[in-house]
């Protein structure tokens, strides 16, 4: 591919992702009043962001790290506790 066709094409992409990555957080904060997934669409919205921008992958890992912190807070648990990712805690047995 050609060098001034290579460049068009990235920044079609990094355009494209961008609008995409805009209209999900847009409708995501739209339906954050609503009862519904209004801030897993936001969240959504970020990760493709992500893909192209450092600073919406910062700004998804600080949310990502935040919601854990609230789920451990309103679970009355220690996040030290917490088994590290993608491990099951030790007290599942899927035979039983």
Same mark, same amino acid.
């Not at 910062?58 to 996040?79: G, N």
């Given at each position: ?11 079609? =992409? /990094?355009?494209?992702?961008? @609008? ?14 609503? *009862? ?14 992500a893909t192209e921008?450092?600073?919406? =992958? /910062?700004?998804?890992?600080? @949310? ?14 220690? *996040? ?17």
């Open positions: 591919m050609s060098d001034p066709m290579r460049s068009l094409t990235r920044h079609g =992409k /990094r355009f494209a992702v961008t @609008v995409a990555g805009v209209v999900v957080v847009i409708v995501g904060i739209i339906l954050c009043p609503l *009862p519904g997934p209004g801030i897993a669409i936001i969240i959504g919205g970020l990760a493709i962001l921008y450092v600073w919406a =992958k /910062r700004l998804l890992h600080w @949310v990502r790290d935040k919601s854990r912190q609230t789920y451990d807070k309103v679970r009355h648990r220690d *996040p030290a506790d917490r088994p590290p990712r993608g491990e099951r805690p030790r007290d599942h047995d899927p035979a039983r």
